[in-house]
Nanobody, 127 residues
């Protein structure tokens, strides 16, 4: 009922910044909690952060807290992940995910909780 398309990934040097976008179509965007995950080569999917459908609450993994910001523009049906001070260990495929009317703060870091996923966008951070 919703399609998600990530964009904004690329190759950056350590210390640089990127803003990833997740464009949604389909069901009412502002009724979804939006999550961001990443997967490094040879590793399992890892939680990055999430924002509630109301935009009133965000959650971040400790590895990115303080240098990443999740936001959303409901008028544009788009969620964003701003990443600063990038490190080589931030390298991976970044995915956005959506949960219909998700209000569970403690479940937002669990991949299986989400209903929909995007195709991913590659982020590579060189040292």
């Amino acid at each position: 009922q919703v399609q998600l398309v990530e964009s904004g990934g690329g190759l950056v040097q350590a210390g640089g910044s990127l803003r990833l976008s997740c464009a949604a179509s389909g069901r009412t965007f502002n009724s979804y909690t939006m999550g961001w995950f990443r997967q490094a080569p040879g590793k399992e999917r890892e939680f990055v952060g999430a924002i509630t459908w109301s935009g009133g609450s965000t959650s971040y993994a400790d590895s990115v807290k303080g240098r990443s910001t999740i936001s959303r523009d409901n008028a544009k049906n788009t969620a964003y992940l701003q990443m600063n001070s990038l490190k080589p260990e931030d390298t991976g495929v970044y995915y956005c995910a959506a949960k219909w009317r998700g209000f569970s703060i403690d479940r937002m870091a669990v991949p299986d909780w989400y209903d929909y996923w995007g195709q991913g966008t590659q982020v590579t951070v060189s040292s």
